[in-house]
Structures are given as structure tokens and as C-alpha cells.
């Protein structure tokens, strides 16, 4: 049962221009999402973040939007340079409960020089 | 700052040998997660442990699978005996409290043959 679902594994940009990867999350007690990005042989590293009391959380060329009734995020990257090419994970949790961060299978991104 | 040290980086042993994983979160950090993470997959909770007790290891394997965080700092996961399926990334994370952004360290690449 997956919770969080990234059902694009790749995505291929060229530089300067927006890539927009998609999340989409089925527990509706949810209510804190984060991206993370990963390089090869490197642990994921935190990139940007949204409660759910937003709709919009920006950060430089990073942001975040989140629909809750449609269940789905969106990380917005503006423009993508060749260094953004990784791997991106998005996760969710519940503050409800644990804070278990629940991810998804991940997307990865490669930028065209 | 020094970030989440975790050794060895590699590892390749044979099934039914033991092996244990190590890991220095962030000073100050009170939070330590172990995950698993899985070829195309996103990493998956193993145990939270809060200072020095496991608060949250119902995904944790306790057949072959054992966790300790001595002090309430460096932690340790063991698998005795390893089976293939074991071949993973186990990845350590910390943060400050549970409600915290989650660090990472570059995990450890297991190889069971």
C-alpha cells in the first residue's frame, strides 16, 4: 500500500527551462510534506518543505505547491541548471502520530546542458 | 558542522554471516532513525529511537535484526544472519526532535552474496 506516490521515475529538462515533478499522497492525515534530494552514493538531503496550512512555500529557485483536496504536491524547479540533476523524493507525515516520514519511490532528474 | 558520520560506506559479506552498521548523528541531535532503503525505492522507517529508547521499530525484522543507541548517541544496527535479501542501502538520519527536519548520512551499501 503505497502512500506516497511518485509514478514518474524520470524526467529530462533542458537547462534554463522549469522542471515540475509531481507527488500524490492518499492518507488524508497527513499534514507535512518535504523534498529531498539525493546524488549517487550520497545520503538525501533536505530541500524544501510545506504544512499543510499552505498552499505555496518558495525558496529561491525551489517551490512547493500543494493541493489538499486533489492530494498532490508539485515541486516547481526555476530555471533548472545541470546541478539540479538527481535523484528527488518527496515525503510525507502526520503530526498527528508518529511524524513517520512516509517517501516515495523517487524521481529522478536530469538536467540537459 | 560535522553531519550524520555512518560506517563503513561498504560492505559485502556472505549470507548467514553477521554485520553491524554504525552511526554518529549530529551533536545535540536527540532523534536517530534507521532506514532501509531499496533499489528504485524511497527509504523506509526500520526504528526511531529518542535519546536511548526505540520508540518506533514495528518495521524493524527482530528475528535477524537487533538496534542499540548506548548514551543516547552512537547507534548501532546488527543483522545476524544476513540473508540476500538484505542487499539494501541502510541509511541513518537524525534530527533535533521528532517534529524536526530529518538529516542524513551517506548511508551504508550492503552486499549480501
Known amino acids: 500500500d503505497q502512500q506516497v506516490k511518485q509514478n514518474s521515475p524520470s524526467l529530462s529538462v533542458q537547462e534554463g527551462r522549469i522542471s515540475i515533478l509531481n507527488c500524490d499522497y492518499t492518507n488524508s492525515m497527513f499534514d507535512y510534506f518535504l523534498w529531498y534530494k539525493k546524488y549517487p552514493a550520497e545520503g538525501p538531503t533536505f530541500l524544501i518543505s510545506i504544512s499543510s496550512i499552505k498552499d505555496k512555500n518558495e525558496d529561491g529557485r525551489f517551490t512547493v505547491f500543494l493541493n489538499k483536496s486533489a492530494k498532490h504536491l508539485s515541486l516547481h524547479i526555476v530555471p533548472s541548471q545541470p546541478g539540479d540533476s538527481a535523484v528527488y523524493f518527496c515525503?510525507?507525515?502526520?503530526?498527528?502520530?508518529?511524524?513517520?516520514?512516509?517517501f516515495g519511490t523517487g524521481t529522478r532528474l536530469k538536467v540537459l546542458a | 558542522e560535522a553531519g550524520v558520520v555512518q560506517s563503513p560506506r561498504y560492505k559485502i559479506i556472505e549470507k548467514k554471516q553477521p554485520v553491524a552498521f554504525w552511526c554518529n548523528p549530529i551533536s545535540g541531535h536527540n532523534t536517530l532513525y534507521w532506514y532501509l532503503q531499496n533499489l528504485g525505492q524511497g527509504p523506509e522507517l526500520l526504528i526511531r529511537?529518542?535519546?536511548?529508547?526505540?520508540?518506533?521499530d514495528s518495521q524493524l525484522p527482530k528475528d535477524r535484526f537487533s538496534a542499540e543507541r548506548l548514551k543516547g548517541v552512537d547507534s548501532t544496527l546488527k543483522i545476524q544472519p544476513a540473508e540476500l535479501g538484505d542487499s539494501a542501502v541502510y541509511l541513518c538520519?537524525?534530527?533535533?526532535?521528532?517534529?524536526?527536519?530529518?538529516?542524513f548520512g551517506p548511508g551504508t551499501r550492503l552486499t549480501v552474496l
Open positions: 529511537y529518542e535519546n536511548e529508547e526505540a520508540v518506533d
Open positions: 538520519a537524525s534530527s533535533f526532535s521528532r517534529q524536526s527536519e530529518q538529516f
Open positions: 515525503a510525507a507525515s502526520a503530526s498527528s502520530g508518529t511524524y513517520k516520514y512516509i
